[in-house]
């Protein structure tokens, strides 16, 4: 049990972390010692107890109470003045020490004995799991932990993590808790990236500054970084590579396009170094992070990425292993389609768009952190491959809905990720939706169904009056175009190009309502 008073954190090392009937104990404190709780004895006293003097009774109470305790830390730094309790100290710390010791060896924790001692103790795992953070506080991290970095780190694999890993999390894989801060918690120059990344997404949420702490743990970062460069053995290391990735994203987050790029252009050399982007795939959590990052940017001036996916053709979905899935558009698409053929590049992306949402769209699906990763990297040929596609391709006369299919698609994979929500939206991103949606250019029925789907989209980016205005009129008007009077059959019609209804049904519906409010007030 662990228990908590005005001086000292008391830990019970016969409990462990939970204490009998799930009290608290509070042990108040004096002239920086322990004042301990008295212990009641059971059973039949013993003969001639009430001949024994008091003092010698309140010695036995305090020694039996201290038995019970396997760890005493001084919360304010003071030393306590008696001699003995400082033993006492010191030889539980150690005696918790060797404990550990021993279950990472897989000894009993009751083994006693020289043949239990002369076991070689192994070295320290290189990656610690958040269960094994409390087991050895001393000199076991890579930076001198404070109070509120623990708070910065839950942060990090809590809150942050709903907004950054939203497609792991329905399927119960948490990436923040299970890879990056075990791995942060052995290396400084990721552990100060981690520490800046959730400082920057504190301050971002709660509309304040940036704090001198944040600052304070970009410049450890940087310093550590650069003696890093120096070092041949360290420079590309997996750690180092993923510290400069989460700065190249935060600083995006930010609105910091300059030092994204700067930190961009590291990344492109320190993965040439490594021997391109495919060397990364073994790895894929990492692989998904340097993707996120060359791609955030990327999308907000619509420009080619730094790094060179290979683009691959449609993968099977995950939760279908050995049915081949038949490559098909998502209905409204086709209906495109076959009216304008789409060229093949374009057309197999939109085929992964349709396998993915179906994916997306499973209900109940398994605990997984494999499948997960697939939809990650599917959705990730799907960004590159639209990035990549020139303006030539699309921007043709008379085929500005070729471009709505190009946007539509980038918008939607981003917002099932959650990235819209992450990341400003550049005015060159909304100044080419203006200009591909114009009414003049969809005419025909399905030409309207994309256009209001892509509208649609469109609402849940963070727009400013005016282009909030200009939305939500479209999607009024091409509605009662095509005799749409309710939110359930927009929503049908919305699921004909691709729609996540569980990333989507609630901003779909908020926006609908506010479309109708509009329309009725015109």
């Not at 009077?485 to 908020?510: H, I, V």
């Amino acid at each position: 049990m662990a228990t908590l008073s005005p001086k000292f954190l008391v830990f019970d090392s016969n409990k462990g972390s939970k204490g009998e009937h799930g009290e608290l104990i509070y042990c108040p404190s004096k002239n920086a010692n322990v004042q301990w709780p008295k212990t009641s004895r059971r059973g039949r006293p013993r003969k001639e107890e009430s001949l024994r003097s008091s003092k010698y009774l309140l010695r036995e109470a305090e020694n039996s109470s201290k038995q019970r305790y396997g760890f005493v830390e001084c919360s304010d730094g003071q030393r306590p003045s008696d001699s003995n309790t400082r033993k006492f100290v010191r030889s539980h710390v150690m005696r918790d020490y060797r404990q550990q010791k021993r279950v990472l060896r897989g000894v009993p924790v009751g083994s006693e004995g020289d043949e239990a001692m002369a076991v070689t103790e192994p070295e320290i795992p290189s990656i610690q799991t958040p269960e094994r953070w409390r087991w050895d506080p001393f000199e076991s991290f890579p930076i001198k932990m404070l109070p509120y970095m623990q708070d910065l780190l839950y942060l990090y694999i809590s809150t942050a993590t709903e907004y950054l890993y939203p497609i792991e999390a329905y399927w119960g894989f948490n990436p923040s808790r299970d890879v990056w801060v075990p791995l942060a918690l052995t290396d400084p120059v990721l552990l100060n990236s981690v520490l800046f990344t959730s400082e920057q997404f504190l301050a971002r949420m709660t509309g304040k500054k940036e704090c001198p702490l944040a600052i304070n743990h970009l410049t450890q970062t940087i310093q550590i970084l650069n003696e890093r460069l120096r070092d041949p053995s360290q420079q590309i290391s997996d750690p180092t590579i993923a510290a400069v990735t989460g700065l190249a994203l935060t600083e995006q987050s930010s609105g910091n396009h300059e030092n994204w790029r700067i930190h961009m252009e590291g990344i492109k050399r320190m993965v040439e170094m490594r021997g391109g982007l495919s060397t990364f795939e073994s790895n894929s959590i990492l692989y998904d992070k340097l993707c996120r990052a060359d791609i955030c940017g990327a999308i907000r001036t619509l420009s080619k990425p730094y790094l060179q996916m290979e683009i691959r053709r449609v993968y099977p979905s995950d939760l279908e292993e050995g049915n081949d899935k038949e490559r098909t558009l998502a209905p409204g698409f086709k209906a495109i389609h076959d009216d304008h053929e789409f060229d093949p590049d374009l057309f197999d992306i939109l085929c992964t768009v349709h396998a993915v949402t179906q994916d997306i769209n499973t209900v109940n699906p398994p605990k997984s952190e494999s499948i997960p990763l697939q939809l990650r990297k599917r959705i990730r040929s799907v960004q590159y491959g639209l990035l990549s596609i020139e303006d030539d391709d699309t921007g043709r006369s008379g085929d500005k809905f070729l471009e709505a299919c190009r946007l539509g698609a980038l918008l939607y994979v981003g917002i099932i990720q959650n990235e819209f929500r992450i990341w400003p939206v550049s005015h060159q991103l909304l100044w080419q939706l203006n200009s591909c949606l114009q009414k003049e250019s969809f005419t025909t029925d399905a030409m309207r169904s994309l256009r209001l789907w892509v509208m649609f989209l469109a609402s849940s980016l963070m727009l400013n009056p005016v282009d909030e205005s200009w939305v939500l009129y479209s999607i009024a008007e091409e509605a009662s175009h095509l005799s749409i009077r309710n939110w359930c059959d927009a929503k049908l019609l919305l699921e004909t190009f691709a729609w996540a209804g569980k990333a989507q049904d609630r901003t779909g519906r908020d926006t609908w309502d506010a479309a109708v409010k509009i329309q009725r007030s015109s």
